[in-house]
């Protein structure tokens, strides 16, 4: 199972995670929505979140804009993070992850590994 975080903000995708209001959850298995939570994080610094993150169980996060040190993070836990994702609703970009569409901008990987 699949456990997708999308920081939302205005009803779409946050452009930064910490300035989120909350954070969809979507459950995924054999391509469909099992489950669908909202969740408030309790914090918004950098390492508390990660570790949130963390406890919820989380596999994937979709992300407009993330820090080179935070990537670093998330991939040391084992986490898989689309970045560079446009601003849309949480249900249209789970239909483009569930669908294989979506894609991390390949400009916004450039700048976090360099």
């Known amino acids: ?24 959850v979507f459950d995924l298995e054999r391509q469909a929505v099992r489950r669908h939570q ?11 979140l990660l570790a949130w993150i963390v406890r919820q169980g989380i596999t994937d996060v979709i992300a407009n804009h993330v820090d080179p040190e935070i990537a670093a993070l998330f991939s040391m836990e084992k986490i898989s993070l689309f970045v560079g994702v446009a601003p849309r609703s949480p249900d249209l970009l789970v239909a483009d992850y569930l669908n ?11 700048k976090i590994i360099s």
């Open 100 to 110: 294989g569409t979506l894609t991390s901008d390949r400009e916004m990987i450039r």
């Open 1 to 24: 199972m699949k456990r997708v975080a999308i920081p939302v903000s205005d009803g779409k995708l946050s452009e930064y995670f910490g300035a989120c209001t909350h954070v969809e």
């Open 38 to 48: 909202t969740l408030t994080p309790p914090c918004r610094e950098s390492g508390l």
